[in-house]
């Protein structure tokens, strides 16, 4: 089945920089790959997706990149603010029901 | 919009009881998932309904766990008996789009379960 792995465990930065969170995968055919925030307590949340057909997708400060060569794709969050911190978690479809798989997480912090 | 409703919010059970929870999932969302969520990991999927159907079951391990969706929409998952390893957060989930997507998720607050 599908591996998704997730790097950093845990990332603090400074209000105001930049914080990056990578993911690589294992399945060649896995087609959608979606960012899920989560507050402490508190349901995830979809923050950003990705399909493979395309090789980057930006709303706002938040951006996702997508190596389908590699297998491996990436968060991006530009002038961090301190709502910004929560656990970030990856995830990439996968299988005939094209379920996903998660990622283990990344504690972002920003530290005002 | 009214969000995916879950309850208990939070069960505490000693082993070898059982224990069920409930989901309401968005009106007209056809597609829910449960997924349990261990302290410090990502949600891992339990079992898939589109409608009344169930999609994919295959990590449900279904000597314990039973989960139905008997009218497509609200649905219940059942743990009977319970053991430590339960304990974790449930999460049901629901999609507008059609099983094979899996796009779009929205996730409700969860029931948080502690077996002692």
């Known amino acids: 089945g599908e591996n998704v792995e997730q790097h950093p465990s845990t990332l603090s930065v400074q209000e105001g920089d930049s914080a990056v969170i990578k993911c690589t995968y294992s399945d060649s055919a896995s087609n959608y790959f979606p960012w899920y925030k989560q507050e402490l307590g508190k349901r995830p949340q979809l923050i950003i997706d990705i399909r493979s057909n395309v090789g980057e997708k930006k709303d706002q400060r938040i951006a996702v990149t997508l190596n389908k060569t590699a297998k491996h794709f990436s968060l991006h969050i530009t002038e961090t603010q301190p709502e910004d911190s929560a656990v970030y978690f990856c995830?990439?479809?996968?299988?005939?029901?094209?379920?996903?798989?998660f990622g283990s997480g990344t504690q972002l912090t920003v530290l005002p | 919009e009214a969000g995916v409703a879950q309850s208990p919010r939070y069960k505490i059970i000693e082993k070898r009881q059982s224990v069920a929870f409930w989901c309401n999932p968005i009106?007209?969302?056809?597609?829910l998932y449960w997924y349990q969520q261990i302290l410090g990991q990502g949600p891992k999927l339990l079992i898939q309904f589109q409608n009344n159907g169930v999609v994919d079951d295959s990590q449900l391990p279904k000597d314990r766990f039973s989960a139905e969706r008997l009218k497509g929409v609200d649905s219940t998952l059942k743990i009977q008996p319970a053991k430590l390893e339960d304990s974790a957060v449930y999460l049901c989930?629901?999609?507008?789009?059609?099983?094979?997507?899996?796009?779009?998720?929205?996730f409700g607050s969860g029931t948080q379960l502690s077996v002692l």
């Open positions: 995830a990439a479809n996968s299988g005939s029901a094209r379920q996903l798989t």
């Open positions: 009106s007209g969302h056809a597609t």
């Open positions: 989930a629901s999609s507008p789009f059609v099983a094979g997507s899996n796009e779009k998720l929205f």
